[in-house]
């Protein structure tokens, strides 16, 4: 596998990594990461869901922001919200102004979906597919997003998430281009409390959730099903 890191000049002039990780010399197109705070793209969901675009020829590109540094200790949420927006937008600017994709996925984890929004504004709708994980459907912009978006999306959240809104995921379910998934008693790190085994059983149903949108949703390897 071959990684490239790179960097832009993001909100306020402050330095946000980046990481691009390929398979291939001819991607079948590119997986956009954005993390939450504290869950990184290191962690199981980013971890295994990086690995099946990867194992099914797309590039992967892992936006780092570095929101918990003391750059930032200054900055309200809505500030860090604003600055999560333009930094996205630049390394993904810069990211397409230098390769040509053919197709897309966004994929965010809490704090990350606030951003999908303006990604899905930015890249073709045909092209472009999403997965919210855990999304902060009190965010207006994610919640609106998710009731009316055209693109093929999947959502995930956790019954015993903060963020899960009954109410509110009966008008997402609603929207024939969502794929919503569940899982009982999960919480925001979509585990059960105080429950290994049930945890590893949930974490990788949403990676084999994840791994079968990738596969039923690209046009591409729909000839191996």
């Known amino acids: 596998m071959k990684e490239s890191s790179r960097s832009v000049l993001g909100y306020k002039k402050l330095k946000i990594p980046y990481v691009i990780q390929s398979k291939t010399d001819e991607p079948k197109g590119l997986a ?4 939450g705070i504290g869950y990184t793209v290191k962690s199981p969901l980013f971890h295994f869901s990086s690995g099946a675009f990867l194992n099914k020829e797309y590039d992967v590109l892992h936006v780092i922001y570095p929101y918990p540094s003391t750059d930032y200790e200054d900055f309200s949420f809505e500030e860090i919200t604003s600055a999560l927006i333009h930094d996205v937008s630049t390394v ?10 053919k197709s897309y996925y966004v994929i965010g ?4 979906t606030m951003a999908i929004p303006t990604v899905l504004d ?15 459907l009190i965010d207006a912009p994610v919640f609106e997003t998710l009731k009316t978006c055209k693109q093929d999306s999947l959502c995930v959240i956790g019954d015993k998430d903060p963020f899960y809104d009954a109410k ?3 008008h997402i379910i609603l929207n024939p281009s969502i794929e919503c998934m569940i899982p009982t008693d999960a919480n925001h790190a979509l585990e059960v409390d105080q429950d290994i085994l049930t945890s590893i059983d949930t ?9 079968d949108f990738i596969t039923l949703k690209n046009g591409v390897l729909n000839h191996e099903l």
């Open 32 to 35: 956009i990461m954005l993390p």
């Open 92 to 101: 993904l600017n810069e990211v397409i102004d230098h390769t040509i994709y």
């Open 109 to 112: 984890k809490s704090f990350g």
């Open 122 to 136: 930015m890249l073709p709708i045909p092209n472009t597919k999403a997965i919210w994980l855990t999304p902060r």
């Open 168 to 170: 509110k995921m009966d």
């Open 203 to 211: 974490v990788r149903s949403v990676i084999k959730s994840i791994d």
